[in-house]
């Protein structure tokens, strides 16, 4: 099986396929996001993250509207046309967030703005999608309730996650999904039916990257997940699923040396460089030793496009 094999020669065709397939659609051209992080605030308490409600051991943070304003900025002048917004989950600071979102709108009207806050109310969606937003992020973690059950407090089931999805979808924003490999209790057949269900719910982005454990929290003693596995996933969904966004994740890049151009080789097409403030970026740790931590984003930046022209790619 795709998944299991070890054979090399299997695996460079898989590859080379993917590959094949992403330049087909896309050139040989990345596209880049702006991360801004833009709050570490969460009410959930996910097992493996390490900014979980019960963390006590980090600082939490939420950069003001004119900081993230002044991310965006920067970013626009470096010349990347998406912002991600992306912060722990937290309804009311989410709804008051929309204000920003319509200002980052009428700032750059030319911009996609994409959101990844976790499970909001349908009303709070509608908010955010009226004030600008175009995307929405929300991995789905898993595709089997039991190993969802296993990952996340009792409070938290698949199927709301699953609504979420549905109802960001319907509100009309570009829609992803995805999950870690190598979570704790993760199975093959556990893959294969994340496989399928991305399939048939069709997201227009797929956010996959390793389990890396994160020491605060419960499974801080667990192994990472493989980072070969995880390019593996990309090269088979990039061959199902031709046009879809698949980023080459920062857990990647932070597990393996050189892992997010090994994820465009595999056929993933986005990279998204930090711009939250230094300041602030090591208290977004979701898992230890989080890529490109200390540096100033404009060095992020040319960091992603160094490794991305040592393979011939541009943005
Ligand atoms: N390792 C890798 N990814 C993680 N995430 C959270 N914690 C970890 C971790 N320890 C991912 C989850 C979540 C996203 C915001 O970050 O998949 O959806």
């Not at 090994?262 to 300041?279: K, R, S, W």
Request: proline share 6%; glycine share 8%; with cysteine.
């Amino acid at each position: 099986m795709l998944l299991e094999t070890d054979d090399e020669t299997v695996i460079d065709s898989l590859n080379r396929n993917a590959r094949e397939v992403a330049v087909e659609q896309f050139g040989n051209t990345v596209w880049l996001r702006a991360l801004i992080e833009w709050s570490n605030v969460c009410r959930n308490d996910c097992l493996y993250c390490g900014i979980r409600r019960s963390n006590p051991h980090i600082a939490r943070y939420s950069l003001s509207h004119e900081q993230i304003l002044s991310c965006c900025d920067q970013a626009w002048k470096l010349g990347l046309r998406t912002f991600v917004l992306q912060g722990g989950e937290n309804p009311s600071a989410a709804a008051a967030l929309a204000q920003t979102v319509a200002e980052i709108r009428a700032s750059w009207p030319e911009a996609a703005i994409t959101l990844s806050l976790g499970e909001l109310p349908y009303d709070t969606y509608a908010l955010l999608r009226r004030s600008g937003a175009n995307r929405y992020l929300l991995r789905h973690e898993t595709a089997n309730p039991v190993h969802y059950a296993r990952l996340h407090p009792a409070s938290m089931r698949l199927e709301t996650r699953l609504a979420c999805l549905r109802q960001l979808q319907e509100l009309g924003f570009r829609t992803g999904m995805g999950i870690m490999v190598g979570s704790p209790y993760q199975t093959i057949g556990d893959l294969i039916a994340d496989i399928r269900l991305i399939e048939a719910f069709r997201p227009g982005m797929i956010g996959i990257g390793p389990f890396i454990p994160q020491p605060d929290t419960p499974f801080g003693d667990r192994p990472a997940g493989s980072a070969a596995l995880t390019l593996r996933l990309y090269a088979i969904l990039r061959l199902m699923l031709p046009s879809v966004w698949i980023p080459a994740t920062t857990a990647l890049g932070t597990l393996l040396p050189g892992g997010r151009k090994a994820g465009i080789l595999a056929g993933a097409n986005v990279m998204m460089p930090n711009f939250t403030p230094p300041a602030q970026r090591n208290a977004y740790a979701l898992y230890a030793g989080k890529t490109d931590s200390a540096r100033e984003a404009a060095d992020n930046l040319t960091l992603v496009l160094q490794e991305l022209e040592s393979i011939g790619y541009h943005v």
